[in-house]
């Protein structure tokens, strides 16, 4: 049975992540934001200062056995809009409905609100870390595990957030490929699926068996990088929980003519 907390809930995550997504004109095709010439190393010189946010804390009074939160983040010095966008971003990965809004919208609200609803177990981590940074990007990955009382195990998520460090928007799907690619996105994600599968002894030994119980499905839950674009899954959404979050690679010479030029290192 596939986790209820799985991709409903990335989806609401997404939708609200992609608020600031497409409200600007498009950049020149002649400007790549994803060097060929350059790793994640060097280019994270190029990219936005970060600073890191870190903290662990059990509920206030508490003794004995007492709910704990632990966050890792990182906030953008000079970059406001960007710095809260991730603090919101990782409160409502805490929410666990898809239909319902969650009644904080920053982690210091999550704070206040897991201390007057959380059991004596329950236990958050939050983290936010730079996946990939240019002059032109800046990809972050986001993190979030929960533990409830009594529950046989944690419930992790994870999100990418695209940040076009020039725009200020966040990317989504809609802003890196081209016009009426969508299928063939699919098409190339199907294919890292393809040969992600084969990695996992349990596909290998039955193959026909593990589809029917794990097929594949697209996701817009996308990183670009200096190797290609990531797409992570959360757990239960491709694979069992003891597969943890399955990442696919799209390598960008699968991407030719998908993606739009400026999502493109020019080498390829």
Same mark, same amino acid.
């Given at each position: 049975?596939?986790?209820?907390? @799985? ?7 997404a ?10 004109s ?11 010439d350059k ?6 010189k ?11 804390r ?5 003794? +004995? ?12 010095? +000079? ?10 971003a ?13 009644p904080?919208d920053?982690i ?5 609100y ?11 981590f939050l ?16 993190? @979030? ?8 195990? +944690? ?8 940040w ?67 797409v992570?899954?959360?757990s ?12 696919l ?10 993606l ?9």
């Amino acid at each position: 049975m596939k986790n209820m907390f @799985s991709s409903s809930r990335g989806l609401s995550i997404a939708g609200a992540l992609l608020v600031l997504a497409g409200c600007a004109s498009s950049p020149s095709p002649n400007i790549t934001l994803v060097p060929a010439d350059k790793v994640v190393s060097q280019t994270e010189k190029d990219g936005l200062f970060t600073q890191p946010v870190k903290f662990e804390r059990t509920k206030p009074g508490c003794r +004995g056995e007492c709910p704990k939160l632990t966050v890792s983040s990182i906030v953008f010095p +000079g970059h406001t809009r960007l710095t809260e966008l991730v603090d919101h971003a990782l409160a409502i990965m805490t929410g666990l409905s898809p239909d319902q809004r969650p009644p904080y919208d920053t982690i210091a609200g999550f704070e206040r609100y897991f201390w007057e609803t959380a059991a004596p177990r329950d236990d958050v981590f939050l983290a936010a870390k730079t996946r990939y940074r240019s002059q032109g990007l800046t990809v972050i990955e986001l993190d @979030s595990w929960q533990y409830f009382t009594g529950a046989a195990h +944690g419930v992790s998520a994870t999100r990418f957030l695209n940040w076009d460090n020039n725009r200020q928007i966040v990317l989504g799907l809609a802003q890196i490929l081209e016009t009426g690619k969508t299928a063939a996105w699919v098409d190339a994600l199907k294919a890292a699926h393809g040969r992600w599968l084969e990695t996992q002894d349990p596909y290998t030994d039955d193959p026909q068996g593990y589809l029917r119980l794990w097929p594949f499905q697209p996701s817009d839950n996308f990183a670009l990088t200096d190797l290609g674009v990531v797409v992570k899954y959360g757990s239960y959404e491709l694979a069992p929980y003891s597969s943890g979050q399955p990442e696919l690679l799209i390598p960008y010479d699968a991407l030719q003519g998908i993606l739009r030029p400026e999502f493109l290192p020019r080498a390829v």
